[in-house]
C-alpha cells in the first residue's frame, strides 16, 4: 500500500498516514477500507500521521479525476464509505493528531472516538474556501463532539483552530508536548483499552452510536450487561 500503513503491537493496531503530508489521493479511498480489514484480532486502533497529520484531500488529484469521470457519486460514494467504515468499527479507534489536520483529515478523525493531539497540531475545514461543502462526515458528526456552533464556525469560516482551542471545544480530550510524547500517549492509552474486556467496549461503542431515546437506551444498555453476565457464568 501506497497511502497507509498498518501495524500491529501485541492487540493494538497502528494505521498511519503514509502520503506526503498525509495527503489523501484516490488511492488512499481503496487502501484504508483494505487495511482495516486487515485488523483481524485487534483490539484498538490508533491512526495516526508521519511527517504531519494530515493535509487533507489531494485536491490536484482528486477534483480533476471526478470531472473527466462524469461520475461525481461514484467517485464520492468510496471515499464516504472508507470514513464510514472507521466509524463502523467496533473497537476503539484513538486518533493522534500532530501538525495540520485539514478537510477530509478532520472527517477523518471524527469518525474516531478519541481523539489527542500534540501543540503544534491545528484543525481546519476549508472547503467552504474552494467554493465546496465538507461532504465526507464531517457536518454530520462534528456537532455531536463539539456542538453545532462549534462546527458551523469552522464549516463556514474555514479558519483553522489550534490544539488548546481544540482541547477546549472538546474536540480533543488532551494536548500532549510534543509528537514523541503525543505518540506515547496513544501508544499507553491504546495498551490500557486492550487490556479491557472487548464486549464491554463494543457494547459501550454501540450505545454511543445509536444515541437512542432515554429508555430504548437504557434497554439497550442493559441487554448488552445480560448478554456480558451470561457469559460469565457460562465459563
Known amino acids: 500500500m501506497s497511502t497507509v500503513e498498518l501495524s500491529r503491537s501485541g492487540q493494538a493496531a497502528t494505521l498511519t498516514l503514509t502520503a506526503k503530508k498525509g495527503s489523501m489521493p484516490p488511492a488512499f479511498w481503496q487502501e484504508l477500507p483494505q487495511a482495516l480489514a486487515e485488523l483481524g484480532d485487534a483490539r484498538v486502533l490508533v491512526i495516526r ?43 476503539p479507534v484513538i486518533a493522534a493528531v500532530h501538525g495540520h489536520c485539514i478537510g477530509a483529515g478532520l472527517e477523518l478523525i471524527a469518525a474516531c472516538d478519541l481523539r489527542l493531539c500534540s501543540q503544534d497540531a491545528s484543525f481546519s475545514l476549508p472547503e467552504v474556501r474552494l467554493g465546496l461543502v465538507a461532504d465526507l462526515g464531517g457536518l454530520q458528526r462534528l456537532p455531536g463532539i463539539i456542538g453545532r456552533g462549534r462546527t458551523a464556525h469552522l464549516a463556514l469560516t474555514g479558519a483553522p483552530i489550534d490544539a488548546r482551542t481544540a482541547e477546549r471545544w472538546g474536540l480533543v480530550t488532551g494536548v500532549l508536548d510534543t509528537p514523541a510524547t503525543l505518540f506515547a500517549s496513544a501508544e499507553a492509552l491504546a495498551g490500557q483499552l486492550a487490556e479491557l474486556e472487548p464486549h464491554a467496549l463494543r457494547g459501550t461503542k454501540q450505545v454511543l452510536r445509536d444515541a437512542l431515546p432515554l429508555q430504548e437506551g437504557l434497554r439497550q444498555a442493559g441487554e448488552w450487561n445480560a448478554l456480558a453476565l451470561k457469559a460469565q457464568a457460562d465459563r
Open 49 to 91: 500521521g508521519q511527517d504531519i497529520f494530515s493535509a487533507g484531500l489531494d485536491v490536484k488529484a482528486t477534483l480533476p479525476a471526478i470531472q473527466q469521470s462524469g461520475d461525481f457519486w461514484g467517485m464520492v460514494q468510496p471515499m464516504q464509505d472508507a470514513l464510514n467504515a472507521v466509524a463502523a468499527l467496533d473497537i
